[in-house]
């Protein structure tokens, strides 16, 4: 009964009526741990299930945290209003996949809480794991209304944390990366992106124009930090890396995926807008 009161109240607007839309986020939200779950329930999990599960949960509460923190510059390319309130329930949706993969970790540990206290006092990545972790709940649980209310507007302060949080979640993702950091890579491209919107000036931010060459810049940062890593980090020659950008025969490189990520974005925002200056009923 809570359950449902809790799901009931997730999907209503402000003004208390049912909103398609939040429904549907709460679905999409919903779904990778109902697949984990599945998955783990038919054997479908490969032959390490319990890293599997880890590997996905901390995958989706890093997308989904760069997703919270894409909400306000997809709000401004799009022309969307309507996602912003969306933006508390997907970042709460981040923290509890980080707090579910960290459950799972703990799982994997046989439940032996002092070997994972020890692991995570030891292990440099699963320290910046854990402060990353300890940030994103302390974020969701100050988003219930009334915290919000009571926290005014230090709220705001509170929550600009999510940026810190992010690089540190990017960083324990790199560092628990093996050889090959590509995906680590594209996850830092579309941060990057974020990053460089939120430095565009406010008023370039209003015209279509900034959206492309957004795509361009980030896919240079990507190129950037998978360089700089490998250089840094690696034994292998990252002008060799660096150079890979440029041969498609192995598929597209991050860099390459974000700049086609970027482009397809200013296309979309492109033909938004101009379906909305023919007087195109507004979207959602
Ligand atoms: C105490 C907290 C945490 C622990 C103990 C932990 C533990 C782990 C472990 C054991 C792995 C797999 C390492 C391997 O394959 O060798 C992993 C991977 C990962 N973790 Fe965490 N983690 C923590 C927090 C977080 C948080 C807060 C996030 C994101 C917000 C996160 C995101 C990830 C990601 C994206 C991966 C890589 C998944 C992949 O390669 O597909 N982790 N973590």
């Not at 049912?18 to 038919?42: H, N, W």
């Not at 030891?122 to 794991?129: A, E, W």
């Not at 540190?168 to 090959?180: G, I, M, P, V």
């Amino acid at each position: 009964m809570f359950l449902l009161n809790s799901v009931a109240s997730l999907v209503k607007d402000r003004r208390g009526r049912f909103s398609p839309l939040r429904a549907v986020t709460l679905a999409i939200l919903c779904a990778p741990m109902l697949q984990v779950m599945v998955l783990a329930a038919i054997g479908g999990l490969g032959g390490r299930p319990v890293m599997e599960a880890t590997h996905k949960t901390g995958d989706w509460a890093v997308y989904f945290l760069l997703l919270s923190l894409g909400v306000t510059p997809l709000r401004a390319v799009l022309d969307w209003q309507r996602i912003v309130p969306l933006r508390r329930m997907i970042g709460v949706a981040s923290a509890c996949y980080a707090g579910v993969h960290f459950l799972i970790y703990c799982l994997d540990q046989h439940w032996h809480m002092l070997t994972v206290a020890s692991e995570i006092a030891l292990r440099f990545y699963l320290t910046v794991g854990f402060v990353t972790l300890l940030g994103l709940l302390a974020l969701a649980t100050t988003s219930t209304d009334r915290m919000i209310a009571r926290l005014g507007r230090r709220w705001k302060k509170l929550h600009k944390l999510a940026y810190p949080l992010t690089v540190l979640a990017l960083f324990h993702y790199f560092l628990q990366s093996k050889a090959d950091v590509s995906a680590a890579v594209f996850v830092a491209g579309l941060f990057a992106w974020e990053m460089l919107w939120r430095v565009t000036p406010h008023a370039a931010r209003l015209n279509w124009w900034p959206v492309p060459l957004l795509a361009f810049a980030a896919a240079v940062t990507t190129a950037a930090v998978e360089f700089a890593w490998y250089g840094l980090a690696t034994r292998i020659d990252p002008m060799r890396v660096l150079s890979a950008n440029l041969d498609l025969s192995y598929g597209p490189r991050p860099a390459v995926a974000i700049l086609l990520a970027g482009l397809t974005l200013a296309l979309i925002a492109g033909i938004r807008r101009r379906w909305r200056q023919r007087g195109g009923v507004a979207m959602a």
